[in-house]
């Protein structure tokens, strides 16, 4: 029988693809659902939905941006007697800062909420199933920007590079507990922080998606719904018994392209 999480502790969970995992999950069969975001009226949205398809949830509000932020989560959860069995790292910020005109702020903010944040929350999850005897599963939202990325998204492509060496070095360091780390480096996706980000930072508008994406195979970028379903795989007994994996998850064969001139 194909193991099930008892309890997922999710980050990002209010929107995107942190919302459309926790929603993939409860309709894999997990019970209970830890909606971890900053948002208190978007989070009360989504524990009504997950609570509408029979899932119990509880919110833990924090601002991952802080650095105790990863201790004062788990304190919540610990106060709260719960114990969650997956972990999954899908908050993240997309902020665009070029590489000869860098915006410090948001260097900071890229590097606290892209690889900090995860790597501590790994750190303290996993302690919680050591003392509690317990196996479990943690899956790191990455990007294929970790290869290079583009030039207005040099630094978050360097966080994304960062975390990816976390969670393959994290599987090994946990391989004997029976926690199981794996990676979704998935391609460009069109969630509401992206649409956000294309129309302040690029100038976009309506149908920006159609211009942009046109070409691509699909001739549309990828849906959250899309890349939570691979979530879903990792994070359950359906992808045992990798660990240490970083699966790509996009449209387009990374690094592979006909030869153009520029």
């Not at 069109?190 to 980000?197: F, I, M």
């Not at 942009?212 to 879903?232: D, F, N």
Request: charged content about 20%; some cysteine; aromatic content about 4%.
């Amino acid at each position: 029988m194909t193991w099930i999480p008892d309890c997922a502790l999710v980050t990002g969970a209010t929107s995107g693809i942190g919302e459309a995992a926790a929603l993939a999950l409860v309709k894999g069969g997990v019970g209970s659902i830890i909606v971890v975001g900053r948002n208190a009226e978007r989070a009360e949205r989504v524990c009504a939905r997950i609570e509408g398809m029979g899932a119990s949830t509880e919110v833990v509000l924090a601002d991952l941006s802080e650095a105790g932020a990863a201790d004062a989560v788990f304190a919540e959860v610990d106060a709260r007697g719960l114990l969650a069995d997956t972990l999954i790292n899908a908050a993240g910020l997309t902020t665009r800062t070029e590489i000869l005109d860098i915006d410090l702020a948001a260097y900071d903010d890229l590097f606290a909420v892209n690889v900090r944040s995860p790597v501590l929350l790994c750190g303290r999850f996993a302690r919680r199933l050591q003392r509690a005897g317990r196996s479990g599963t943690v899956v790191d939202i990455l990007s294929n920007a970790m290869h290079g990325g583009a030039p207005d998204i040099s630094i978050y492509s360097m966080t994304k590079a960062a975390l990816g060496i976390h969670t393959r070095n994290a599987a090994y360091a946990l391989q004997d507990d029976g926690i199981r780390v794996n990676g979704l480096a998935m391609g460009w996706t069109l969630t509401p922080g992206e649409d956000s980000v294309m129309r302040a930072t690029h100038g976009a508008s309506d149908g920006w998606e159609t211009v942009y994406a046109g070409r691509r195979p699909l001739g549309r970028l990828m849906r959250s719904e899309e890349v939570a379903r691979a979530v879903r795989f990792l994070a359950t007994g359906e992808s045992a018994p990798m660990t240490g994996s970083i699966v790509t998850f996009d449209q387009v064969a990374t690094g592979i392209t006909d030869l153009h001139p520029h």
